[in-house]
T-cell receptor, first 114, second 111 residues
Framework: NAGVMQNPRHLVRRRGQEARLRCSPM?????VYWYRQLPEEGLKFMVY????????ESGMPKERFSAEFPKEGPSILRIQQVVRGDSAAYFC????????????FGSGTRLTVV | QQQVKQSPQSLIVQKGGISIINCAYE??????FPWYQQFPGKGPALLIA?????SEKKEGRFTISFNKSAKQFSLHIMDSQPGDSATYFC??????????FGKGTRLHILP
Protein backbone atom coordinates (compact mmCIF):
# COMPACT_ATOMS: atom_id res chain seq x y z
CA ASN A 1 0.00 0.00 0.00
CA ALA A 2 2.08 2.86 -1.32
CA GLY A 3 1.97 6.13 0.55
CA VAL A 4 1.75 9.58 -0.96
CA MET A 5 4.21 9.74 -3.83
CA GLN A 6 5.84 12.99 -4.84
CA ASN A 7 8.21 13.52 -7.72
CA PRO A 8 10.70 14.65 -8.46
CA ARG A 9 12.41 14.59 -5.05
CA HIS A 10 14.77 17.35 -6.10
CA LEU A 11 14.24 19.90 -8.84
CA VAL A 12 16.63 22.60 -9.99
CA ARG A 13 15.33 25.38 -12.21
CA ARG A 14 16.88 28.57 -13.56
CA ARG A 15 15.11 31.83 -12.92
CA GLY A 16 12.28 32.28 -15.39
CA GLN A 17 11.71 28.58 -16.06
CA GLU A 18 8.65 26.59 -15.11
CA ALA A 19 8.56 24.09 -12.26
CA ARG A 20 6.06 21.24 -12.27
CA LEU A 21 5.62 19.20 -9.11
CA ARG A 22 3.59 16.00 -9.05
CA CYS A 23 1.72 14.30 -6.25
CA SER A 24 -0.03 10.93 -6.32
CA PRO A 25 -2.27 10.54 -3.25
CA MET A 26 -2.72 7.35 -1.30
CA UNK A 27 -5.03 4.84 -2.90
CA UNK A 28 -8.63 5.82 -2.23
CA UNK A 29 -7.78 9.34 -1.06
CA UNK A 30 -9.55 12.05 -2.99
CA UNK A 31 -8.45 15.08 -0.93
CA VAL A 32 -5.08 16.65 -1.69
CA TYR A 33 -3.33 19.51 0.08
CA TRP A 34 -0.17 21.35 -0.92
CA TYR A 35 2.11 23.02 1.61
CA ARG A 36 5.34 24.97 1.29
CA GLN A 37 8.09 24.75 3.88
CA LEU A 38 10.76 27.38 4.27
CA PRO A 39 13.50 27.16 6.91
CA GLU A 40 12.27 28.43 10.29
CA GLU A 41 8.81 29.04 8.80
CA GLY A 42 6.99 25.79 9.31
CA LEU A 43 4.45 24.48 6.85
CA LYS A 44 2.39 27.07 5.03
CA PHE A 45 -0.87 25.95 3.44
CA MET A 46 -1.16 26.67 -0.26
CA VAL A 47 -4.14 24.89 -1.79
CA TYR A 48 -6.72 22.15 -1.16
CA UNK A 49 -8.13 20.16 -4.04
CA UNK A 50 -10.55 17.35 -4.62
CA UNK A 51 -10.80 15.51 -7.90
CA UNK A 52 -11.23 18.11 -10.64
CA UNK A 53 -12.03 20.86 -8.12
CA UNK A 54 -10.10 23.51 -6.25
CA UNK A 55 -11.73 23.78 -2.82
CA UNK A 56 -9.50 26.34 -1.10
CA GLU A 57 -6.66 28.27 -2.70
CA SER A 58 -6.38 30.95 -0.05
CA GLY A 59 -2.66 30.23 0.47
CA MET A 60 -1.65 30.35 -3.16
CA PRO A 61 0.26 33.39 -4.42
CA LYS A 62 -1.96 35.31 -6.84
CA GLU A 63 0.47 35.08 -9.73
CA ARG A 64 2.61 32.36 -11.28
CA PHE A 65 1.23 29.52 -9.12
CA SER A 66 -1.50 27.10 -10.14
CA ALA A 67 -2.68 23.65 -9.12
CA GLU A 68 -4.85 20.95 -10.54
CA PHE A 69 -6.08 17.49 -9.61
CA PRO A 70 -7.50 15.88 -12.73
CA LYS A 71 -9.92 12.99 -12.83
CA GLU A 72 -7.08 10.73 -13.91
CA GLY A 73 -3.46 11.13 -12.84
CA PRO A 74 -1.59 12.97 -10.14
CA SER A 75 -2.15 16.40 -8.72
CA ILE A 76 0.16 19.01 -10.23
CA LEU A 77 1.51 22.16 -8.65
CA ARG A 78 2.85 24.46 -11.36
CA ILE A 79 5.08 27.45 -10.79
CA GLN A 80 5.69 29.64 -13.80
CA GLN A 81 8.66 31.98 -14.24
CA VAL A 82 10.32 30.82 -11.03
CA VAL A 83 12.28 33.25 -8.87
CA ARG A 84 14.88 32.62 -6.17
CA GLY A 85 12.25 33.14 -3.47
CA ASP A 86 10.37 30.09 -4.73
CA SER A 87 13.19 27.84 -3.47
CA ALA A 88 11.63 25.68 -0.77
CA ALA A 89 10.38 22.21 0.06
CA TYR A 90 6.89 21.57 -1.28
CA PHE A 91 4.85 18.89 0.43
CA CYS A 92 1.70 17.22 -0.71
CA UNK A 93 -0.66 15.48 1.69
CA UNK A 94 -3.76 13.41 1.09
CA UNK A 95 -6.67 12.31 3.20
CA UNK A 96 -9.63 10.00 2.97
CA UNK A 97 -11.88 12.61 4.51
CA UNK A 98 -11.20 16.33 4.86
CA UNK A 99 -9.50 17.78 7.92
CA UNK A 100 -10.23 15.95 11.11
CA UNK A 101 -8.48 12.66 10.64
CA UNK A 102 -5.11 14.04 9.80
CA UNK A 103 -3.11 13.87 6.64
CA UNK A 104 -0.57 11.53 5.16
CA PHE A 105 2.32 13.52 3.72
CA GLY A 106 4.65 12.67 0.89
CA SER A 107 8.40 13.11 1.22
CA GLY A 108 8.31 16.40 -0.61
CA THR A 109 9.96 18.04 -3.60
CA ARG A 110 12.90 20.29 -2.88
CA LEU A 111 12.92 23.08 -5.43
CA THR A 112 16.08 25.09 -5.92
CA VAL A 113 16.03 28.12 -8.21
CA VAL A 114 19.44 29.18 -9.46
CA GLN B 1 -1.31 36.40 11.24
CA GLN B 2 0.01 33.27 12.91
CA GLN B 3 -2.91 31.22 14.18
CA VAL B 4 -0.86 28.61 16.03
CA LYS B 5 2.15 29.79 18.03
CA GLN B 6 4.73 27.21 19.00
CA SER B 7 7.66 27.34 21.42
CA PRO B 8 10.50 26.83 21.86
CA GLN B 9 12.05 27.05 18.43
CA SER B 10 14.71 24.53 19.45
CA LEU B 11 15.18 22.26 22.42
CA ILE B 12 18.00 20.11 23.74
CA VAL B 13 17.20 17.35 26.24
CA GLN B 14 19.32 14.69 27.86
CA LYS B 15 18.54 11.07 27.07
CA GLY B 16 15.93 9.82 29.50
CA GLY B 17 14.60 13.30 30.22
CA ILE B 18 11.20 14.84 29.46
CA SER B 19 10.81 16.97 26.34
CA ILE B 20 8.05 19.58 26.49
CA ILE B 21 6.83 21.62 23.53
CA ASN B 22 4.11 24.23 23.90
CA CYS B 23 1.52 25.67 21.56
CA ALA B 24 -1.10 28.39 21.83
CA TYR B 25 -4.00 29.26 19.58
CA GLU B 26 -6.48 32.09 19.26
CA UNK B 27 -9.39 30.70 17.29
CA UNK B 28 -11.85 28.95 19.62
CA UNK B 29 -13.48 27.30 16.61
CA UNK B 30 -10.53 24.93 16.26
CA UNK B 31 -11.70 21.41 17.12
CA UNK B 32 -8.79 19.17 16.21
CA PHE B 33 -5.20 19.48 17.42
CA PRO B 34 -2.63 17.11 15.92
CA TRP B 35 1.11 16.89 16.43
CA TYR B 36 3.41 15.93 13.58
CA GLN B 37 6.96 14.60 13.66
CA GLN B 38 9.38 15.27 10.81
CA PHE B 39 12.79 13.71 10.22
CA PRO B 40 15.32 15.35 7.86
CA GLY B 41 14.48 14.71 4.22
CA LYS B 42 11.07 13.29 5.05
CA GLY B 43 7.54 14.56 5.13
CA PRO B 44 5.78 15.20 8.44
CA ALA B 45 4.04 12.20 9.99
CA LEU B 46 1.06 12.29 12.33
CA LEU B 47 2.22 11.48 15.85
CA ILE B 48 -0.77 12.01 18.13
CA ALA B 49 -3.91 14.17 18.11
CA UNK B 50 -6.51 15.45 20.57
CA UNK B 51 -9.95 17.05 20.50
CA UNK B 52 -10.92 19.87 22.87
CA UNK B 53 -13.38 17.76 24.86
CA UNK B 54 -10.54 15.93 26.63
CA SER B 55 -7.70 17.35 28.72
CA GLU B 56 -5.09 14.68 28.09
CA LYS B 57 -4.26 11.95 25.64
CA LYS B 58 -1.43 9.48 26.03
CA GLU B 59 0.10 7.14 23.48
CA GLY B 60 3.17 5.33 24.70
CA ARG B 61 5.80 7.88 25.71
CA PHE B 62 3.90 10.74 24.02
CA THR B 63 1.25 12.76 25.88
CA ILE B 64 -0.79 15.77 24.80
CA SER B 65 -2.04 18.04 27.57
CA PHE B 66 -4.85 20.38 26.56
CA ASN B 67 -6.03 23.48 28.42
CA LYS B 68 -9.15 24.78 26.70
CA SER B 69 -9.62 27.85 28.90
CA ALA B 70 -6.04 28.99 28.32
CA LYS B 71 -6.16 28.01 24.64
CA GLN B 72 -2.93 26.11 25.04
CA PHE B 73 -1.75 22.57 24.45
CA SER B 74 1.54 20.83 24.85
CA LEU B 75 3.41 17.70 23.84
CA HIS B 76 5.34 15.77 26.47
CA ILE B 77 7.84 13.11 25.45
CA MET B 78 8.75 10.93 28.40
CA ASP B 79 12.06 9.05 28.63
CA SER B 80 13.32 10.93 25.56
CA GLN B 81 15.58 8.92 23.26
CA PRO B 82 18.11 9.95 20.58
CA GLY B 83 15.71 8.50 17.98
CA ASP B 84 13.18 11.16 19.02
CA SER B 85 15.47 13.85 17.60
CA ALA B 86 13.34 15.49 14.92
CA THR B 87 11.27 18.57 14.21
CA TYR B 88 7.85 18.62 15.86
CA PHE B 89 4.90 20.64 14.63
CA CYS B 90 1.73 21.42 16.50
CA UNK B 91 -1.30 22.13 14.40
CA UNK B 92 -5.00 22.88 14.48
CA UNK B 93 -8.04 22.69 12.25
CA UNK B 94 -11.77 23.31 12.38
CA UNK B 95 -14.89 21.99 10.74
CA UNK B 96 -13.00 19.46 8.64
CA UNK B 97 -11.01 22.28 7.08
CA UNK B 98 -7.32 22.43 6.22
CA UNK B 99 -4.76 21.93 8.98
CA UNK B 100 -2.78 24.98 10.12
CA PHE B 101 0.72 24.36 11.45
CA GLY B 102 2.98 26.05 13.97
CA LYS B 103 6.52 26.97 12.97
CA GLY B 104 8.04 23.83 14.47
CA THR B 105 10.42 22.87 17.27
CA ARG B 106 13.75 21.30 16.47
CA LEU B 107 14.35 18.71 19.21
CA HIS B 108 17.77 17.20 19.87
CA ILE B 109 18.21 14.43 22.41
CA LEU B 110 21.74 14.09 23.74
CA PRO B 111 22.95 10.47 23.91
Amino acid sequence: NAGVMQNPRHLVRRRGQEARLRCSPMKGHSHVYWYRQLPEEGLKFMVYLQKENIIDESGMPKERFSAEFPKEGPSILRIQQVVRGDSAAYFCASSLQPGRHGYTFGSGTRLTVV
Amino acid sequence: QQQVKQSPQSLIVQKGGISIINCAYENTAFDYFPWYQQFPGKGPALLIAIRPDVSEKKEGRFTISFNKSAKQFSLHIMDSQPGDSATYFCAASMNNDKIIFGKGTRLHILP
